[in-house]
């Protein structure tokens, strides 16, 4: 006789889903566990934002091109389904912040635009004299308020002044999360910031000694690996090795959940095409307003109603070399609000990413819309070409029109987190362990927006559920 299985349905598709689906099923198989699984995707595809066009030779991603190397949860990831040697490191060069018509070189020494040498940051036209004086003042500031939450905005005005703020470490910061930083969680986006500051009351000092040293001058540049990794097929093809190695059985594409409801110990989920499936306990690794909308019926989700998420969009452009008259060194650059661009940031992905493009051709990559100024995301795609081709020809000169240009639009998609985001989150999370044991929440909406940050929210949750069943009714092996 077998013991009866608990079943886990997973809701959503993108790496959150994925990776609870792959970890899942493995557990099942190493352990001989009891349970059924079932991943449900409303498209009829996965891997939500990692979206690779291939064309003419160019590798070219749609959403995210990279993840940081130290966050090492993606690399395993990518060992346990046989990608790893497929990984790459960026070339490493010059980055350029835009303001007021030219390109800066980024201070030497600047971590997310906060200075760790003070002779790059005195020399850099970045800035004006009144301005590096007021970043000086940090060296004399009082910490922040013990444990308060505040905007980006707020802790670095505060403590670097507006000009820093303005023309270096908003157009990084808000390029991560398409955000507005005077309203983006310290907290929720970056607290190693606010704990550094709390170690060290100055956060140039703190940031200075809490910086690995830099290698030696001496060290080629070629054995000087860069900061993120790619996949040489693209990160679509990373989504499709972790589906590969799904049983196909547990796979549900092109079916949406409607609603949510629990019902005794179980849930029923209800699915648009009228179907509805039982489960023992559910991941729903979707976006906060879906899974909103899926538990209506429970009020305390309501607070995701007012959660904001920006529309972004990223344009491709594909060309011959002999375009780009005036070749820059370096591999890209973000724009100050201050200037008159409508483009946030460029990334010369041909120097960045050698294995992106082929001889002779230049790839350049684009972003368009942040808080505050998405229209541009719903013009045309002739539309938008047109306007990040005026933009990029103030700072480059090019001769011709593009061989091709892809536009990629991610409506909603950026989840904000604002202040309080934790303190809301974690008040949700609670009514859900009291009302609703045995659900839980991964994805970019709640801890982390990286890909490899929701790995580790899919990782979470595949032992949250055997948690769950462990202490509801301890599993054990199934008897044959």
């Known amino acids: 006789m077998t013991e009866e ?49 291939i064309r003419d030779g160019f590798i070219i991603e749609r959403g995210p091109d990279s993840f940081l190397a130290r966050k090492t949860s993606m690399v395993r990831l990518a060992k346990e389904v046989g990608m790893d040697d497929q990984l790459v490191h960026n070339s490493t060069g010059k980055s350029y912040v835009l303001v007021n018509e030219k390109l800066h070189s980024m201070p030497g020494g600047s971590i997310m635009g906060i200075p760790t040498q003070i002779g790059p940051f005195l020399t850099t036209g970045l800035f004006s004299i009144p301005g590096k004086l007021r970043a000086a003042a940090d060296f004399i ?19 670097l002044g507006d000009e820093v703020v303005e023309n270096l470490i908003e157009p990084l910061l808000s390029g991560i999360y398409a955000g507005d930083i005077d309203q983006l969680s310290l907290m929720s986006t970056f607290p190693q910031f606010y704990e550094v500051e709390q170690k060290y009351r100055s956060l140039i000092v703190g940031m200075k000694k809490a910086t690995p040293s830099q290698p030696k001058k001496t060290e080629s540049k070629e054995n000087t690996k860069g900061a993120f990794l790619t996949f040489k097929t693209g990160l679509q ?19 949406r959940v409607e609603k949510i409801t629990k019902s005794n110990q179980k849930y029923e989920i209800y699915l648009n095409n009228g179907e509805t499936i039982q489960a023992d306990s559910i991941i729903a ?10 538990f209506s019926d429970y009020r305390f989700f309501d607070p995701f109603k007012s959660v904001p998420s920006t529309s972004v ?17 370096g591999t890209g650059f973000v724009v100050s609000r201050n200037s008159d661009y409508s483009i946030t940031a460029c990334t010369w992905t041909h120097k960045k990413w050698a294995h992106s493009t082929p001889k002779g051709k230049v790839l350049l990559r684009c972003y368009v819309g942040r808080a505050g100024d998405e229209t541009i995301v719903d013009l045309s795609d002739d539309q ?14 090019i001769t011709l029109n593009p061989d091709f240009a892809i536009v990629s639009r991610w409506k909603n998609s950026m989840p904000q987190y604002m202040v309080g985001h934790k303190q809301r989150l974690a008040t949700i999370l609670e009514h859900v362990k009291e009302e609703l044991p045995g659900v839980f929440l991964a994805g970019a909406s709640y ?15 595949v032992q949250n559920v055997l948690e769950y069943f462990k202490k509801k ?5 199934a008897v044959q």
Request: proline share 5%.
């Open 237 to 255: 093809s990373f989504a499709e090795a972790i589906e590969s190695n799904i049983a196909p059985e547990s796979i549900l594409k092109g079916h």
């Open 473 to 477: 009714t301890p599993l054990k092996e």
């Open 141 to 159: 500031l009082p910490r922040s308020e013990s444990g308060k939450d505040q905007s980006l905005g707020e802790f670095f005005r505060r403590r």
């Open 447 to 461: 801890g982390g927006v990286g890909v490899p940050d929701c790995i580790d929210q899919g990782e979470a949750a």
């Open 285 to 294: 690794a979707t976006p906060h307003q879906i899974t909103q909308g899926m």
């Open 313 to 329: 969009a990223t344009v491709a452009l594909a060309f011959p070399k002999e375009a780009i008259k005036k070749d820059i060194d």
């Open 5 to 53: 299985k608990q079943k886990v349905v997973i809701i959503g598709g993108g790496i959150a889903g994925l990776t609870a689906a792959f970890y899942l099923q493995k557990q099942i198989h190493e352990h001989n566990l009891p349970i059924e699984i079932k991943l449900i995707e409303a498209s009829h595809r996965l891997g939500g934002k990692m979206q690779t066009v």
């Open 384 to 397: 938008i070409i047109k306007i990040v081709l005026d933009d990029l020809k103030k700072t480059m000169d």
